[in-house]
């Protein structure tokens, strides 16, 4: 499958930046999309709801610039995140500035995306769609969309069970459209694998919690580097749908992170008024299991020159490893 337009020449890396709850903010999306990654953050972020229209300005204007200022440079396109569920009260509020500042790309979460995709088609913009099954694949396909986003086991935040092996097989067997990779993908070696697996793009969120410009304390950058994968612990009870989180962080906020109970899904709420979700992230780590991989905090530049090293770098390695294995 060949790269939709937008996403073709203007990447360092074949990744999609995922949108982070609270921690994405313009400064995160402009370094990662002049690093050459696709940067996005969740519209609900920008609060109140006024708020939105001004990051948008912001980024389109500083992208654009310096883009005119280094037009040999790999500036990639900026996404954002619409939840598309019955107590965003905001939706149509967020998609009319998306179409208003035509926002390249709209990744879409929770549910198909039926009302966000004639809106966003209608100036040429792409929607991108998470999805943890099968299932879900199909109804996001019936909508209409440009793309899904596969949260496999081991993505940060809320996350599938399913192996990234056997869902990208399985959907790779009756779609032929652009697949974005998430789980576990924290080293440029991993995002490789990703395309040799089938996959189009992988879908990073850990790694970039720990740069400078991430809106996330310090205790959370750090926590990041002094983890790993043991650290970290599946649950839906913080927000009624399960999610990978960072231990030390339940047992910092006085929880047994081994006898947890059980969430209910019917308490999601997102919309302008906040709920109690917000507070669950800000004191309630998210993180995926690549978290071990992170060795220390880096400005959102140097992890993607770090990733981009570790890349080529596997290239040359699987060019080495497989050559004895080619065609007779």
């Given at each position: 499958?060949?790269?939709?337009?937008?996403?073709?020449?203007?990447?360092?890396?074949?990744?999609?930046?995922?949108?982070?709850?609270?921690?994405?903010?313009?400064?995160?999306?402009?370094?990662?999309?002049?690093?050459?990654?696709?940067?996005?953050?969740?519209?609900?972020?920008?609060?109140?709801?006024?708020?939105?229209?001004?990051?948008?300005?912001?980024?389109?204007?500083?992208?654009?610039?310096?883009?005119?200022?280094?037009?040999?440079?790999?500036?990639?396109?900026?996404?954002?995140?619409?939840?598309?569920?019955?107590?965003?009260?905001?939706?149509?509020?967020?998609?009319?500035?998306?179409?208003?500042?035509?926002?390249?790309?709209?990744?879409?979460?929770?549910?198909?995306?039926?009302?966000?995709?004639?809106?966003?088609?209608?100036?040429?913009?792409?929607?991108?769609?998470?999805?943890?099954?099968?299932?879900?694949?199909?109804?996001?396909?019936?909508?209409?969309?440009?793309?899904?986003?596969?949260?496999?086991?081991?993505?940060?935040?809320?996350a599938g069970q399913l192996s990234p092996?056997?869902?990208?097989?399985?959907?790779?067997?009756?779609?032929?459209?652009?697949?974005?990779?998430?789980?576990?993908?924290?080293?440029?070696?991993?995002?490789?694998?990703?395309?040799?697996?089938?996959?189009?793009?992988?879908?990073?969120?850990?790694?970039?919690?720990?740069?400078?410009?991430?809106?996330?304390?310090?205790?959370?950058?750090?926590?990041?580097?002094?983890?790993t994968a043991d650290d970290i612990v599946?649950?839906?009870?913080?927000?009624?749908?399960?999610?990978?989180?960072?231990?030390?962080?339940?047992?910092?906020?006085?929880?047994?992170?081994?006898?947890?109970?059980?969430?209910?899904?019917?308490?999601?709420?997102?919309?302008?008024?906040?709920?109690?979700?917000?507070?669950?992230?800000?004191?309630?780590?998210?993180?995926?299991?690549?978290?071990?991989?992170?060795?220390?905090?880096?400005?959102?530049?140097?992890?993607?020159?770090?990733?981009?090293?570790?890349?080529?770098e596997a290239q040359e390695r699987m060019?080495?490893?497989?050559?004895?294995?080619?065609?007779?």
């Amino acid at each position: 499958m060949s790269l939709p337009a937008v996403l073709q020449g203007n990447l360092s890396l074949p990744v999609i930046c995922s949108p982070l709850f609270i921690i994405s903010n313009p400064d995160l999306v402009i370094a990662q999309c002049k690093a050459g990654v696709v940067g996005s953050f969740p519209a609900l972020n920008a609060r109140p709801a006024e708020v939105l229209d001004e990051w948008l300005q912001r980024i389109t204007t500083e992208l654009a610039d310096y883009q005119a200022a280094n037009p040999e440079a790999k500036v990639a396109p900026f996404a954002v995140n619409q939840i598309v569920h019955g107590s965003n009260d905001r939706l149509q509020h967020d998609v009319e500035l998306c179409v208003k500042y035509k926002v390249p790309i709209v990744i879409t979460s929770l549910r198909a995306p039926n009302e966000v995709v004639g809106p966003i088609h209608s100036y040429g913009g792409l929607v991108f769609h998470d999805v943890i099954n099968v299932k879900h694949a199909k109804k996001a396909i019936e909508a209409g969309v440009d793309g899904l986003i596969l949260v496999c086991a081991g993505a940060g935040g809320h996350a599938g069970q399913l192996s990234p092996f056997a869902l990208v097989s399985e959907i790779r067997a009756f779609y032929d459209g652009p697949i974005i990779l998430s789980g576990s993908i924290a080293k440029g070696e991993q995002i490789l694998a990703a395309q040799a697996m089938g996959a189009d793009l992988a879908y990073m969120g850990t790694r970039f919690i720990a740069t400078h410009e991430a809106n996330a304390d310090p205790a959370y950058k750090q926590m990041l580097v002094d983890t790993t994968a043991d650290d970290i612990v599946y649950s839906n009870l913080f927000t009624g749908v399960h999610g990978n989180y960072l231990k030390p962080s339940i047992v910092n906020a006085g929880m047994d992170p081994n006898d947890l109970p059980e969430g209910d899904k019917s308490s999601m709420k997102f919309g302008s008024g906040g709920s109690s979700k917000s507070k669950a992230w800000r004191d309630i780590w998210g993180a995926g299991q690549g978290v071990g991989s992170i060795g220390k905090v880096t400005s959102a530049a140097e992890a993607v020159a770090q990733l981009e090293r570790e890349y080529h770098e596997a290239q040359e390695r699987m060019a080495r490893i497989t050559q004895p294995f080619g065609a007779r």
